[in-house]
Nanobody, 114 residues
Framework: VQLQASGGGLVQAGGSLRLSCSVPIDNFRYKAVSWFRQAPGHERERIARIDQNRNTDYAESVKGRFTISRDNAQKMVSLQMNSLKPEDTAVYFC?????????WGQGTQVTVSS
C-alpha cells in the first residue's frame, strides 16, 4: 500500500494550504486516517485524525485552525490548514494502520514564512 500526499508549499503567515492524501485500499471507508508532521530537530507528532465515523481529533497546537475531512468515494483525506504560523513549518505525513502496521505517505513540505 502506498499513500500519496500532496498540496504542500510555501505560504506567508496567516495564509492557507490544503493537503490531500490518497489511500488506495479496498476497505478505506473503515479506516481511520491521521496526519502527522515533523519539524527539523523535533519528533513526529500527530496533529489530526479522522475515524470511519468521521469523528475527528486534533492536537492543541492546530485546533481551531486545521480541519481534517474524508471522501470515501475518492478514497482521500484532506487537511485544510488556515491561519498558518511559522511554527507550522514541517514535513506533513498521512498515516494509516494497515494489516497491523503503520503505513506512511511520502511526506509533503509545508513552509510558512513570517
Amino acid at each position: 500500500v502506498q499513500l500519496q500526499a500532496s498540496g504542500g508549499g510555501l505560504v506567508q503567515a496567516g495564509g492557507s494550504l490544503r493537503l490531500s492524501c490518497s489511500v488506495p485500499i479496498d476497505n478505506f471507508r473503515y479506516k481511520a486516517v491521521s496526519w502527522f508532521r515533523q519539524a527539523p530537530g523535533h519528533e513526529r507528532e500527530r496533529i489530526a485524525r479522522i475515524d470511519q465515523n468521521r469523528n475527528t481529533d486534533y492536537a492543541e497546537s492546530v485546533k481551531g485552525r486545521f480541519t481534517i475531512s474524508r471522501d470515501n468515494a475518492q478514497k482521500m483525506v484532506s487537511l485544510q490548514m488556515n491561519s498558518l504560523k511559522p511554527e507550522d513549518t514541517a514535513v506533513y505525513f498521512c498515516n494509516i494502520v494497515y494489516n497491523w502496521k503503520d503505513v506512511w505517505g511520502q511526506g509533503t513540505q509545508v513552509t510558512v514564512s513570517s
